[in-house]
């Protein structure tokens, strides 16, 4: 019932009529209040008061002492309403809380928000008088850049930027006080900051496209960045939802497929064979050297539990053929071929504290924040690891491969990715062109960076990636196919390039997408070519 009866209020107050309207009631709000005073003063002088008792003597300070309250409020009022069109912290508050369009703050034009080329991603347009918001693109950066909405509040970039994108940053009292008497007076529309960010349209606009088009569902995420500084190109997430075209709808939780979730970097998958890079890294920092047998009929911790077994097995099993299994590999070998035999021993081998230790160097179980400001801040979600007994070597064995009790957001993938292409160092996400780099932690020495950057550039020269083996590309990456309860697998590859000098890290996630190295790595490939068309 609120709903309508807010609707119906906003365009009777954006109507033309309007303006008139308002002006006649202040007019007649301000005749009526002289018209009551001259009248109260008529009667004031037309009673005589002596015969009234005389008041009590503490009364009078009283009555002082409720009058000088009273003029305090208003004061107090007059200065936080009317006056507080000067100050940021009011027109962010009005921006943010007070949701109906014709609310003054409103009148602000916010600044545009702009791709790292200069492409508007979001600007405001004049629409019956009041600043409406448009996004060019849809839904292709709904997630990223959010909306700005009098009626659903705020989300994104736009929220985290929001004084910013207001004008809430200048620099003296003068350029307030003119900011608050434009608002008021409705003179001129004043404008806020633009942005630039560091995402690319061009290549947003791809991944969307490739994650929508990927069979069965269609749904997924590309994350993309560079190492060295952290600075996000891509950051997609599909599906995704209209800013344009906000309804009650949309945030109920009807839709199943979840468009507000922005899969990127909130969404927890097993990250399955991806997750082998991290297993990798902790066996070169403990010193693994040597062998590990590979047999056919895979391995298990129990006759409890099902034998872990390589992909291999189950495709000759489906041929109707015998397979003899990978035999003796060493670590390299392993990672080309993601020998699940393999990494489950290597897992067991560590031990549970040595994965533990991995985990918190690897930074599990934490929310990174990637963009923030006094407006708030945008976060995305590492690996989510539960405990795992010590019994529970089935579990760690599990864990080892990328599957059980180990969960990752894409963009936490691609994070890994990025410190590996950057000597062992993961540096801050960051979507604003205008912040400066900044290192978030370790993930590894630079040695094992190194020999990792080698070992992954051979997964795709010779291991499972070797169909996206482009000419000029220099591709080095690992392919994952994630087992899940939900239906098939999902299909991921993360990786970076150029393998010699990393210029892009990058993870793909295609929900049910079926194997890592026919769904989600053409997709990176098709990417990468664009970025190398755009000198990337």
């Not at 009005?94 to 791709?115: C, K, S, T, Y």
């Not at 899940?484 to 000098?501: D, L, T, V």
Request: overall charge positive.
């Amino acid at each position: 019932m609120l709903a309508p009866a807010m609707d119906l209020l906003n365009d009777l107050f954006r109507s033309p009529p309007w303006e008139a309207m308002r002006v006649g009631l202040h007019l007649a709000f301000a005749l009526a209040l002289l018209f009551w005073l001259w009248q109260a003063l008529r009667l004031r002088a037309a009673v005589s008061l002596r015969h009234l008792a005389r008041p009590r003597a503490w009364l009078l300070p009283a009555v002082g002492l409720l009058t000088l309250a009273l003029v305090a409020i208003l004061t107090y009022q007059a200065t936080w309403q009317l006056g507080g069109m000067a100050r940021p912290q009011f027109i962010a508050f009005m921006q943010l809380h007070d949701r109906r369009q014709f609310n003054p703050a409103h009148w602000v034009q916010r600044g545009r928000i702009l791709d790292r080329r200069g492409r508007v991603l979001a600007e405001s347009h004049n629409r019956d008088g009041a600043a409406e918001r448009v996004y060019p693109y849809g839904p292709v950066f709904a997630h990223a850049v959010g909306y700005a909405d009098p009626r659903f509040g705020l989300s994104g970039i736009e929220a985290i930027a929001n004084r910013a994108l207001n004008g809430a940053t200048l620099q003296s009292l003068g350029d307030w006080g003119e900011l608050g008497r434009q608002v008021l007076t409705q003179s001129k529309r004043p404008r806020g900051q633009d942005l630039v960010t560091t995402l690319d349209a061009e290549l947003q606009q791809l991944a969307v496209k490739r994650i929508a088009a990927a069979k069965p569902v269609g749904r997924g995420a590309v994350v993309i960045l560079r190492p060295t500084d952290g600075a996000v190109l891509v950051l997609a997430s599909v599906p995704g939802f209209d800013p344009n075209r906000l309804q009650p709808t949309v945030f109920t939780g009807a839709d199943a497929t979840n468009p507000l979730m922005n899969r990127a970097t909130q969404g927890q998958y097993p990250p399955g064979s991806s997750f082998k890079v991290v297993l990798a890294a902790q066996a070169l920092e403990t010193g693994f050297h040597g062998r590990l047998d590979c047999p056919a009929e895979g391995y298990t911790t129990s006759s409890r539990y099902r034998p872990i077994r390589d992909h291999e097995y189950y495709e000759a099993k489906r041929a109707g053929r015998a397979w003899a299994g990978h035999g003796p590999l060493d670590l390299s070998t392993a990672l080309a071929k993601s020998s699940n035999v393999f990494f489950a021993q290597l897992g067991i081998l560590g031990g549970h504290r040595a994965f533990a230790a991995t985990g918190q160097r690897f930074s599990f179980n934490r929310s990174i924040a990637f963009v923030g400001g006094p407006s708030g801040t945008l976060r995305l979600q590492s690996a989510r690891l539960e405990p795992i007994p010590e019994r529970d070597r089935y579990g760690l064995a599990q864990a080892a491969i990328g599957q059980g009790r180990v969960t990752a957001t894409p963009a936490y993938m691609a994070l890994i990715a990025a410190a590996i292409a950057n000597e062992g160092v993961a540096m801050r996400p960051r979507l604003l062109r205008d912040r400066p780099p900044e290192t978030l932690t370790r993930f590894m020495s630079a040695d094992t960076a190194r020999r990792l950057r080698v070992m992954l550039r051979g997964a795709v020269s010779e291991g499972t990636g070797r169909g996206i083996e482009t000419d000029g590309l220099e591709i080095a990456g690992k392919t994952g196919t994630a087992e899940n309860p939900q239906g098939a697998s999902h299909s991921w590859f993360i990786g970076f390039a150029p393998a010699s000098a990393p210029r892009l890290a990058f993870a793909v996630l295609v929900e049910h997408g079926g194997y890592g190295s026919t769904v989600a790595a053409p997709i990176a490939r098709d990417l990468l070519l664009k970025a190398a068309e755009q000198g990337l």
